[in-house]
T-cell receptor
Framework: DAGITQSPRYKITETGRQVTLMCHQT?????MFWYRQDLGHGLRLIYY???????DKGEVPDGYVVSRSKTENFPLTLESATRSQTSVYFC???????????FGEGSWLTVV | EDQVTQSPEALRLQEGESSSLNCSYT??????LFWYRQDPGKGPEFLFT???AGEEKEKERLKATLTKKESFLHITAPKPEDSATYLC???????????FGAGTRLAVHP
């Protein structure tokens, strides 16, 4: 039971480069989420998706792009990375409202 | 605006010393309140979901309770392996996203 896998787990990139963080879940969950976690802010929602081809903005969407062409994948793209996007990124998924939301192991991104 | 506040920010306990973590919340209509445990370098691990005031759930040394304005995570006779950050999150009716508190860092010393 693989659950949710994120890749890469660790990434260092330069300011202005495009970076894509991948998220794959094996449960066929309808809903998927991207959160970022920073000291002093806790977990903040970037984008979420209710189903394939349906996405919506969360609390901090600026500078990020998502897509969901397949139910099991939910990639997060930083179109032009900035130092303020240095963070730990968590992908999550759930079957539906009120159900448990499961998290991946995280992707550590450093923008230099 | 939905808000979740956890206290204390950090808590140090001796092994066997019971205590409680607090999560106070403001939400228009609560669908569920979630507790997670997070170890360093790991993703949040699900512990409990509480849906209505008065509800209680237990797992080993942990017991979560819910009122209309707050939730408590009671830790009975903690062990060093209970050391982690405990996160509280609320889900509002009509939405599926979680709003998280900043967490409580728990350290249990032998």
């Amino acid at each position: 039971d693989a659950g949710i896998t994120q890749s890469p787990r660790y990434k260092i990139t330069e300011t202005g480069r495009q970076v894509t963080l991948m998220c794959h879940q094996t449960w066929s969950h309808s809903y998927m989420f991207w959160y970022r976690q920073d000291l002093g802010h806790g977990l903040r929602l970037i984008y979420y998706s209710a189903a394939a081809d349906i996405t919506d903005k969360g609390e901090v969407p600026d500078g990020y792009v998502v897509s969901r062409s397949k139910t099991e994948n939910f990639p997060l793209t930083l179109e032009s990375a900035t130092r303020s996007q240095t963070s730990v990124y968590f992908c999550a998924s759930t079957q539906g409202p009120g159900n448990t939301i499961y998290f991946g192991e995280g992707s550590w991104l450093t923008v230099v | 605006e939905d808000q979740v506040t956890q206290s204390p920010e950090a808590l140090r306990l001796q092994e066997g010393e019971s205590s409680s973590l607090n999560c106070s919340y403001t939400v228009s209509g609560l669908r569920g309140l979630f507790w997670y445990r997070q170890d360093p370098g790991k993703g949040p691990e699900f512990l409990f979901t509480l849906y209505s005031a008065g509800e209680e759930k237990e797992k080993e040394r942990l017991k979560a309770t819910l009122t209309k304005k707050e939730s408590f995570l009671h830790i009975t006779a903690p062990k060093p392996e209970d050391s982690a950050t405990y996160l509280c999150a609320v889900q509002e009716r009509g939405y599926n996203k979680l709003i998280f508190g900043a967490g409580t860092r728990l350290a249990v010393h032998p």
